[in-house]
Every structure is written in structure tokens, then in C-alpha cells.
């Protein structure tokens, strides 16, 4: 008997281990039956997957702790049992302010301190002229979007809060908003910045890469309750997940995983774009200037799709920094406990085997992140919003 299972997701590349382990059968194999529902906002799904229309959900990392803690909604507790992407984020701005960015700029263009103090000198020159703020696409109050531009900007003396505007797009709209004019950047994972060069509307500024070696981004999601009662079924999903994961880190792999990804009823855009996501090169300009990193976006490799919980204590501190809910051990120790890697283990029969020492999470800015001392994080950066 197959055990039917309704997982939600946005179209985005970091839903690929979810896509691909339903598209070629890794989930039948483990006797689940899924259908997958392609949704629009961060939103839905979080509300969906928390009353129950969800068994799992494709979810943004910093929502499942904003659930489990009650942040900006009702107070669900969610785990998650399988990372399903680290990093796979930029940011891209219009043709006019990256103009404006290389203007100004005094170093290397793909240094993020030499970029945020040229926008500092952009944002000065706007605000000695009368301008409109500049403001900045990104797609949730609880996202990696939001607190990657946060610390980008603030490292260089920009205000996110004070001297931009920052917006609430959902991802597939952040393309059609930059050519517009609403929003002059976002930060957007794929494929939606690259849709936004090929287009000419975008220049990607930055790989989130740049910004933080090793960001945990989104999750494999299920109410704890749910996975307390379904124990079986969780370990099965992580199973065909990690089964998939590897499948795509396979090279060979990316061409059919790309054309998987590309139906009209899952991402929806040209599988030689998802391709070249995959295999972190792209194209940055819309003059075709190429830009590869192999730390673009991770599915599986380097131990990526093992939850860790400094990860989460790290998207709890950017919670505290920005004024989205007072520090509390206890609330930290919620928080890390989101991020289940003992489940992770269990399913894939490494209990006791000890994980991978993964790599630090790599700021390009303050000190290396210890998660047991948030307070010495945050006393490091000038520019907050704390709440005392």
C-alpha cells in the first residue's frame, strides 16, 4: 500500500531534489505516492503545509524557525529532517544602478565590501539630490533574501531600514517588478535572476556565495507533530530526497535533471537556464560576460543536504539583529532544534557515524559566527534594529 502525500513547493531551482525525487520515481520506490503543488507565495505554502493541506513543503529555512517560534504568524513547530539547498541566491540590480555601482566603486566588483560602499556613495549622492530611495526586492520578512541584502548593505553603511525601501515579491514576479521599474535590485533565488539578464532587464551583482561561503536556504519541511506520528514516511522521504540530491550532483545527470525541472508544471522556464544554474555558470550581463562558482548552489555535495543546526542559529541571529523578536536562549535552543540532522541520520542509517565537520558559514564581514555567543555577533555590526 503506497502512502499518498500532498508537498508543496515555489518554482525554484532549490526545489530540485524535491522535483526530481517525484519525476523519476525515487519516491514511488519508497512507497510513497506524491503530488506536488506548484504555489505562487512563501505565504501559501507556510499556511497550507501549518493547517494540514501539506503533508511537507519546499520552505524558505528562516520560516520554519519563524513558525516554530510564532514569529509573524501562529506557532507551529516544524521540522526539517533534509536540507534542500545551500546557498543558490543573488542579487541583481537594473542596468541603471549597477551604472551607478561601478561609478562608484574602488576595488574589485566582485568583492560585496566594495560593492556596499559604492552603494553607500550611490545611496548619499540620491539622497543629497532629492532622488526616491532605491528600493530593493526581496521575497519574505523571514528569508535568507531578506537578511543576505540586510548584511550586504549594512557591512557598507547602508541602512535597510533608513536610507532604502525593502518589498515583499513573490520570486516569480521579482523579473517582471525589476523591468517595470517598482524595484531597482532583488535578491531572488534561481532561476530568476538569470531570467532577468537573458532578458536584459538585470545585471547579477553577487552570488550569495560571495556574501556567506555556506547559507542554508531551503528545507524539506513537515510539522513536528505530523513527523512524530510518521516516522516511517519522514525516513522515506529523505531517503528518496537524498537519492535524488545525488542523482543531480552527478554532471552527466544535470541535462535530464534540467529538462525535469523545466515542465510548465514545475519551474516552468528553459531547461538550458536550469542547467547552467546547476552547474554555476552563469550568465551575469546581459553583454553575455560569464561568471562560474562552484559554490553557486549545492544540492548535495559537501554534505549540503545534512541539516546543521549553527545554520540555524545563524538565521535566528539575523532575526534578533533586525528587530523580528527579542534574544532568548531558550528561543535560540528552538530555533537550532528546527534543523534535525538526528532524523536526517536515521534515515539514511548513519546514526553514530558521526557527520562531516561542515564548513563555517563564511561571512564576508565581522568575526567568524560562534553560535553559542549571538551576543558577540551582534555586538559586531554597528547597524541593527535589536530589541532590548
Same mark, same amino acid.
Given at each position: 500500500?503506497?502512502?499518498?502525500?500532498?508537498?508543496?513547493?515555489?518554482?525554484?531551482?532549490?526545489?530540485?531534489?524535491?522535483?526530481?525525487?517525484?519525476?523519476?520515481?525515487?519516491?514511488?520506490?519508497?512507497?510513497?505516492?506524491?503530488?506536488?503543488?506548484?504555489?505562487?507565495?512563501?505565504?501559501?505554502?507556510?499556511?497550507?503545509?501549518?493547517?494540514?493541506?501539506?503533508?511537507?513543503?519546499?520552505?524558505?529555512?528562516?520560516?520554519?524557525?519563524?513558525?516554530?517560534?510564532?514569529?509573524?504568524?501562529?506557532?507551529?513547530?516544524?521540522?526539517?529532517?533534509?536540507?534542500?539547498?545551500?546557498?543558490?541566491?543573488?542579487?541583481?540590480?537594473?542596468?541603471?544602478?549597477?551604472?551607478?555601482?561601478?561609478?562608484?566603486?574602488?576595488?574589485?566588483?566582485?568583492?560585496?565590501?566594495?560593492?556596499?560602499?559604492?552603494?553607500?556613495?550611490?545611496?548619499?549622492?540620491?539622497?543629497?539630490?532629492?532622488?526616491?530611495?532605491?528600493?530593493?526586492?526581496?521575497?519574505?520578512?523571514?528569508?535568507?533574501?531578506?537578511?543576505?541584502? @540586510?548584511?550586504?548593505?549594512?557591512?557598507?553603511?547602508?541602512?535597510?531600514?533608513?536610507?532604502?525601501?525593502?518589498?515583499?515579491?513573490?520570486?516569480?514576479?521579482?523579473?517582471?517588478?525589476?523591468?517595470?521599474?517598482?524595484?531597482?535590485?532583488?535578491?531572488?533565488?534561481?532561476?530568476?535572476?538569470?531570467?532577468?539578464?537573458?532578458?536584459?532587464?538585470?545585471?547579477?551583482?553577487?552570488?550569495?556565495?560571495?556574501?556567506?561561503?555556506?547559507?542554508?536556504?531551503?528545507?524539506?519541511?513537515?510539522?513536528?507533530?505530523?513527523?512524530?506520528?510518521?516516522?516511517?514516511?519522514?525516513?522515506?522521504?529523505?531517503?528518496?530526497?537524498?537519492?535524488?540530491?545525488?542523482?543531480?550532483?552527478?554532471?552527466?545527470?544535470?541535462?535530464?535533471?534540467? @529538462?525535469?525541472?523545466?515542465?510548465?508544471? @514545475?519551474?516552468?522556464?528553459?531547461?538550458?537556464?536550469?542547467?547552467?544554474?546547476?552547474?554555476?555558470?552563469?550568465?551575469?550581463?546581459?553583454?553575455?560576460?560569464?561568471?562560474?562558482?562552484?559554490?553557486?548552489?549545492?544540492?548535495? @555535495?559537501?554534505?549540503?543536504?545534512?541539516?546543521?543546526?549553527?545554520?540555524?542559529?545563524?538565521?535566528?541571529?539575523?532575526?534578533?539583529?533586525?528587530?523580528?523578536?527579542?534574544?532568548?536562549?531558550?528561543?535560540?535552543?528552538?530555533?537550532?532544534?528546527?534543523?534535525?540532522?538526528?532524523?536526517?541520520?536515521?534515515?539514511?542509517?548513519?546514526?553514530?557515524?558521526?557527520?562531516?565537520?561542515?564548513?563555517?558559514?563564511?561571512?564576508?564581514?565581522?568575526?567568524?559566527?560562534?553560535?553559542?555567543?549571538?551576543?558577540?555577533?551582534?555586538?559586531?555590526?554597528?547597524?541593527?534594529?535589536?530589541?532590548?
Amino acid at each position: 500500500m503506497t502512502q499518498p502525500l500532498r508537498i508543496g513547493f515555489i518554482p525554484l531551482v532549490d526545489a530540485a531534489a524535491l522535483i526530481v525525487a517525484v519525476d523519476k520515481g525515487f519516491t514511488a520506490a519508497e512507497g510513497l505516492d506524491v503530488t506536488l503543488v506548484r504555489e505562487v507565495s512563501w505565504s501559501n505554502v507556510r499556511d497550507k503545509l501549518n493547517i494540514g493541506l501539506f503533508d511537507a513543503a519546499h520552505l524558505l529555512a528562516p520560516v520554519a524557525i519563524a513558525s516554530s517560534l510564532g514569529l509573524g504568524h501562529v506557532k507551529v513547530p516544524i521540522a526539517a529532517p533534509f536540507n534542500l539547498g545551500l546557498n543558490g541566491n543573488a542579487i541583481t540590480v537594473s542596468p541603471a544602478l549597477h551604472a551607478a555601482i561601478m561609478a562608484e566603486i574602488d576595488g574589485d566588483r566582485l568583492d560585496p565590501m566594495a560593492t556596499a560602499l559604492a552603494l553607500s556613495r550611490v545611496v548619499a549622492g540620491r539622497r543629497k539630490s532629492g532622488a526616491e530611495p532605491l528600493t530593493f526586492g526581496m521575497t519574505f520578512p523571514f528569508s535568507t533574501h531578506n537578511y543576505q541584502l @540586510r548584511f550586504w548593505m549594512a557591512a557598507g553603511g547602508v541602512d535597510p531600514d533608513e536610507d532604502v525601501r525593502l518589498v515583499v515579491l513573490p520570486p516569480p514576479y521579482m523579473v517582471d517588478s525589476l523591468a517595470n521599474g517598482h524595484v531597482d535590485a532583488f535578491c531572488v533565488g534561481a532561476p530568476w535572476n538569470s531570467v532577468a539578464v537573458d532578458l536584459g532587464v538585470g545585471h547579477i551583482l553577487h552570488f550569495v556565495s560571495d556574501i556567506l561561503v555556506r547559507a542554508a536556504e531551503k528545507v524539506l519541511a513537515v510539522r513536528q507533530t505530523w513527523s512524530e506520528k510518521n516516522p516511517q514516511v519522514v525516513a522515506a522521504l529523505v531517503r528518496a530526497a537524498f537519492r535524488a540530491a545525488e542523482f543531480i550532483e552527478q554532471p552527466q545527470n544535470r541535462a535530464e535533471a534540467a @529538462r525535469i525541472l523545466s515542465a510548465p508544471e @514545475r519551474i516552468g522556464v528553459d531547461a538550458d537556464v536550469i542547467q547552467r544554474t546547476l552547474d554555476g555558470r552563469l550568465k551575469i550581463s546581459p553583454d553575455g560576460i560569464m561568471r562560474e562558482s562552484s559554490r553557486y548552489l549545492l544540492v548535495g @555535495r559537501e554534505s549540503a543536504a545534512r541539516p546543521d543546526p549553527v545554520q540555524a542559529a545563524w538565521l535566528y541571529a539575523q532575526m534578533v539583529r533586525w528587530g523580528q523578536t527579542p534574544f532568548s536562549p531558550e528561543a535560540l535552543k528552538t530555533a537550532e532544534a528546527v534543523f534535525r540532522p538526528d532524523l536526517y541520520d536515521a534515515a539514511l542509517g548513519r546514526e553514530g557515524k558521526g557527520a562531516d565537520t561542515p564548513e563555517p558559514i563564511g561571512a564576508f564581514a565581522g568575526p567568524p559566527f560562534d553560535a553559542s555567543d549571538i551576543g558577540a555577533h551582534l555586538a559586531a555590526f554597528a547597524i541593527g534594529r535589536r530589541i532590548s
